[in-house]
């Protein structure tokens, strides 16, 4: 039955070979832990896509509850935090999972500088990733302010103080965040909607391209 | 014979549609090709790493479980007393700040110029380190420039913490987060131990300001520092106590011995209010009408 519901799909669309090139394509001997332990050191990446993975599905489940508006959104992360079944240990996997994505990126960019594996032809891919980088950074800034504890109030102060300062187009940036002249109602909104919407979109591109281009150019040979 | 169905490697569209028709099954490339003890990514090799995911996320779920995220208190602008701290993994550029050469008049210097030339210099090194070699230990320019890198990020990081904890430490101040978390044990312990859904305790009742109408309190304590942390209602802020009920457990000359000394996270007030016009006699006064704030009256 299965069969031949595949097979009624790929008779029109022709999917064997697209799936058949991620599954099959070989990978070598020098990334593999299981022949060389060192070889750990090329995991980060593919951790950094786990931990992604459950950034996007925990997050997926604290909107649930969560509300982004000053008066409601720290009840309803006390709410989630101490009241709702498991509401700990999902919005402690985000929590924790935000730092995690860091630590295991910033391992995996340091893994491909130090082998090398940026040079010719795999420059862009390099320019991607850190392009990568920038989101996730700005994932964890938008993210910080949405408890609206005070920390989480007074560290965006902090950082839109900052984004302020850059020439020119400082003033610009700041409106843009702040949605007005102080950090309130309109700012949660926005914070809100970036780290939700804007951000993991471009994300998701960002990672789109980045695995196309190492299916198409392969992984860096052995040092 | 009315189609071409000699050679069946041809390909036939299916009506008016570019999908070719299936004419082969994929093969994959031949495992020789490789040097090496390669193997298929699916599932030969994404089980073998996923030996490795599946130890990263026990340790991620032991310190999730551990550790439950930090929630201090709602967000309050008046709060003055608040050290403001960004995610760790932004403390080395906001130390950089702390720097003369990198804050006040420089301040651009150190919110764009350091950490936007690191970080184009960072993404375009392709461009840059343009030879062919690529064992790290053959091109030592950029390997240190990265090695410098790391270990001023890693020194930041730490000064910044350190100094964070001092600060915390010479203001007596406990992070909100924990000290919520205290109370919540706290509450729980009065309320029988039964855990977090027990009814609220009975509401306390509560201090008002007595003798509203003092000029003490209109004139003096609304213009004196003390109404910056502990607020116009008296009601305190967060960390900071309030004063209703002051009266109960401080006398005049203590509330007075306090306001020159200081106490606990409070540093001495005295000097302060008079620059700002106070005199001594109104703060004597304030004293006396601080004494005068009982639960119990």
């Given at each position: 039955m299965l069969k031949a519901v595949y097979e009624w799909i790929d008779g029109r669309l022709d999917i064997t070979p697209m799936w058949r090139d991620v599954a099959d394509h070989e990978?070598?001997?020098h990334v593999n832990p299981a022949h060389h332990?060192?070889?750990?050191?090329?995991?980060?990446?593919?951790?950094?896509?786990?931990?992604?993975?459950?950034?996007?599905?925990?997050?997926?489940?604290?909107?649930?509850?969560?509300?982004?508006?000053?008066?409601?959104?720290?009840?309803?992360?006390?709410?989630?935090?101490?009241?709702v079944a498991f509401g700990v240990i999902v919005r402690g996997m985000h929590h924790w999972g935000a730092s995690l994505v860091i630590v295991l990126m910033f391992l995996h960019t340091l893994r491909v500088f130090f082998?090398?594996?940026?040079?010719?032809?795999?420059?862009?891919?390099?320019?991607?990733?850190?392009?990568?980088?920038?989101?996730?950074?700005?994932?964890?800034?938008t993210g910080y302010l949405l408890p609206w504890d005070n920390k989480a109030y007074f560290a965006t102060k902090v950082g839109i103080e900052i984004a302020a300062s850059v020439p020119f187009i400082g003033e610009t940036i700041q409106n843009f965040l702040q949605g007005g002249d102080i950090v309130g109602a309109e700012t949660i909104a926005r914070f809100f909607a970036l780290h939700v919407f804007f951000l993991p979109g471009v994300l998701l591109a960002l990672l789109a391209a980045h695995f196309i281009l190492i299916r198409k150019q392969g992984i860096s040979g052995p040092l | 014979m009315a189609t071409p169905t000699g050679n069946a490697q041809?390909?036939?569209?299916?009506?008016?549609?570019?999908?070719?028709?299936?004419?082969?099954?994929?093969?994959?490339?031949?495992?020789?090709a490789y040097p090496g003890k390669s193997e298929t990514f699916i599932p030969n090799f994404l089980l073998k790493e996923w030996m490795v995911g599946s130890v990263v996320l026990v340790g991620f779920l032991v310190l999730v479980v551990m550790h439950p995220a930090p929630l201090g208190y709602p967000a309050d602008p008046t709060n003055s007393a608040f050290i403001p701290m960004p995610d760790w993994y932004f403390l080395f550029l906001y130390?950089?700040?702390?720097?003369?050469?990198?804050?006040?008049?420089?301040?651009?210097?150190?919110?764009?110029?350091?950490?936007?030339?690191?970080?184009?210099?960072?993404?375009?090194?392709?461009?840059?380190?343009?030879?062919?070699?690529?064992?790290f230990t053959k091109r030592p320019v950029p390997t240190m420039m990265m090695l410098l890198s790391l270990a001023a990020i890693v020194y930041l990081t730490w000064v910044s913490w350190d100094h964070y904890q001092h600060e915390l430490k010479a203001k007596n101040i406990i992070p909100e987060h924990i000290a919520r978390e205290q109370e919540m044990h706290a509450k729980k312990q009065a309320g029988g131990g039964t855990g977090g859904d027990q009814p609220e305790p009975a509401p306390v009742k509560v201090a008002a300001i007595v003798d509203a109408d003092d000029a003490a309190y209109k004139e003096v304590y609304m213009k004196a520092t003390c109404v910056q942390c502990h607020g116009a209602q008296l009601?305190?802020?967060?960390?900071?106590?309030?004063?209703?009920?002051?009266?109960?457990?401080?006398n005049a000359e203590q509330i007075m011995d306090i306001i020159r000394n200081g106490i606990g996270g409070m540093g001495a007030q005295y000097d302060a209010n008079i620059s700002m016009g106070l005199t001594d006699q109104n703060l004597e006064d304030l004293a006396a009408w601080l004494a005068k704030q009982k639960a119990t009256p």
């Open positions: 990978v070598p001997e332990f060192s070889a750990f050191v090329y995991c980060f990446g593919g951790l950094t896509f786990f931990i992604t993975v459950i950034q996007i599905l925990s997050g997926m489940f604290l909107t649930m509850y969560y509300v982004p508006d000053i008066a409601n959104a720290y009840a309803s992360v006390d709410y989630l935090q101490h009241k082998t090398g594996s940026y040079k010719n032809p795999r420059e862009m891919n390099w320019v991607i990733g850190m392009l990568t980088f920038g989101v996730m950074l700005g994932l964890g800034f | 041809t390909v036939v569209y299916v009506g008016d549609s570019r999908v070719a028709r299936p004419t082969k099954v994929h093969v994959p490339r031949d495992y020789m130390q950089l700040l702390k720097y003369p050469y990198l804050s006040e008049q420089f301040v651009v210097l150190g919110t764009v110029l350091i950490p936007g030339l690191a970080f184009t210099a960072l993404t375009l090194i392709p461009f840059l380190d343009r030879t062919p070699e690529r064992r009601k305190g802020n967060g960390p900071i106590p309030g004063l209703l009920g002051i009266g109960d457990k401080y």
